[in-house]
């Protein structure tokens, strides 16, 4: 209960006026969630579903849903794409739905640039009748919906071995009281494969998440690839300030891991898992995520890698 009341404080002090990205810790499957530019990565049509429950047993606990398609086409020089997502907190939740479009461009034998954009409508809702409080007058006692255009942009680079990438989400802003405004968020990744042996792989990644008004996201990545076709590894989410000044010490402390792992159980269907645990206070609640991946291959389509490593 008393993350319970924490997660209520959280939504009143912030349904006005903003409201965090979900988190994910299988976007090392597939980044096209946090950069349009990665559309079209697969070389193949792609779909993506997925599931996550934030802290089990919590009542008002976030949960999100997505589900994700995208491909290449034009000569595989352009990348098409579609994001639903759906993620509710307690008496606030949000539907999006984006179009996505990266241009690909060959900068060497093996390396891609592309840049992406993804426009799209996010629909924000809060039923503050939830709350169970009456008579406070910054809390609505009715279901309040509001529905606003959104943009992403972002720039990707990979090689057969290497990636990065550079993107922002939640870009526009409307001086509007009456509607819920997200924070600005900006993304870096970036990793790598290495050769261990003939049947095992080493890929290091980071990701690092800021939206220059809450403490800096930083997630340490690793993973191994055995026989290509199981990725096993382990994220380690952390926060620091590096923008903005501290209010608390705890805000470094806001700690977690994640044990991650996705089978290619056949050519064309993948199967992911992630468990993740809170290193903090609230070490007594845990968070599941479960991904299931499909790849539509065409006859032309031998080329492809199988897994991709990005």
């Known amino acids: 209960m008393k993350i319970y009341y924490l997660l209520l404080a959280l939504l009143i002090t912030t349904a006005a006026s903003a409201q965090q990205n979900p988190q994910y810790s299988q976007y090392i499957f597939n980044s096209m969630s946090i950069n349009p530019a990665y559309t079209g990565s697969k070389k193949v049509l792609n779909l993506n579903l997925f599931h996550r429950s934030q802290w089990m047993g919590v009542d008002g606990a976030p949960t999100t849903q997505s589900l994700a398609l995208d491909g290449l086409v034009a000569n595989e020089k352009l990348g098409l794409g579609l994001n639903l997502m759906h993620d509710e907190i307690g008496a606030q939740s949000t539907l999006s739905a984006y179009a996505n479009f ?12 592309s840049l992406g954009i993804a426009p799209g409508l996010v629909q924000h809702t809060l039923d503050g009748g939830k709350y169970g409080i009456i008579n406070d007058p910054s809390i609505p006692q009715e279901k309040q ?10 720039a990707y680079f990979h090689s057969r071995r290497f990636y990065a990438g550079l993107s922002g989400t939640d870009l526009l802003k409307f001086e509007d009281e009456n509607q819920i405004e997200p924070e600005r968020h900006y993304y870096f990744t970036s990793g790598y494969v290495f050769d ?21 996201s930083v997630d340490l990545n690793g993973f191994i690839l055995l026989g290509d076709r199981l990725w096993l590894g382990s994220s380690y989410r952390t926060s620091m300030n590096i923008f903005n000044d501290p209010e608390t010490d705890e805000v470094e402390k806001r700690t977690a891991v994640a044990f991650i792992g996705e089978l290619q159980v056949l050519k064309q269907l993948r199967i992911g898992y992630s468990y993740d645990k809170m290193l ?22 031998t080329k492809m890698l199988t897994p991709q490593y990005f």
């Not at 241009?103 to 640039?113: D, I």
């Not at 903090?280 to 389509?301: A, I, L, M, P, W």
Request: charged share 25%; hydrophobic share 35%.
């Open 145 to 154: 919906t509001d529905i606003k255009p959104e943009i992403k942009l972002g």
């Open 196 to 216: 261990v042996s003939p049947f095992v792989k080493l890929k290091p990644s980071v990701l690092v998440k800021e939206d220059f008004n809450a403490p800096t």
């Open 280 to 301: 903090n206070g609230y070490s007594d609640q845990s968070t599941h995520e479960v991904s299931v991946g499909y790849y539509f291959f065409r006859k032309k389509d």
């Open 102 to 113: 990266a241009v690909k461009l060959p900068v060497s034998a093996n390396g891609v640039f």
